[in-house]
Nanobody, 127 residues
Framework: QVQLDQSGGGLVQAGGSLRLSCAAS????????MGWFRQAPGKEREFVAA????????LFADSVKGRFTISRDNAKKTVYLQMNSLKPEDTAVYYC????????????????????WGQGTQVTVSS
């Protein structure tokens, strides 16, 4: 079992920055791909970013590429999403998620591939 506990988020003006954190329980955090997703009102949940178990590989949605970074600290069992140059369209509930399946060199971008989810945290960007 994996439990994910999110923190961070809040209200920020356009152009500002926020950092989300996601702390995991479980003995094998360092073997999981970790991802971030978001869901805006009336929209489907969408992929934002993913990071491989080692942190050596990352993947981003085109909409956030160049503005968001994802990182992890396996010693602290924590994954981070640093969000810079925020836009009003980034407003959503953000979720961290763990993919416990070994997919080789690929990282999942479909939410169905992630078995464990954080509780979600609201990010609101005002114009």
């Amino acid at each position: 079992q994996v439990q994910l506990d999110q923190s961070g988020g809040g209200l920020v003006q356009a152009g500002g920055s926020l950092r989300l954190s996601c702390a995991a329980s479980g003995r094998t955090f360092s073997s999981y791909t970790m991802g971030w997703f978001r869901q805006a009102p009336g929209k489907e949940r969408e992929f934002v970013a993913a990071i491989s178990w080692s942190g050596g590989n990352t993947l981003f949605a085109d909409s956030v590429k160049g503005r968001f970074t994802i990182s992890r600290d396996n010693a602290k069992k924590t994954v981070y999403l640093q969000m810079n140059s925020l836009k009003p369209e980034d407003t959503a509930v953000y979720y961290c998620a763990a993919d416990t399946v070994n997919r080789g060199f690929t990282m999942a971008t479909f939410s169905a591939h992630y078995a464990y989810w954080g509780q979600g945290t609201q990010v609101t960007v005002s114009s």
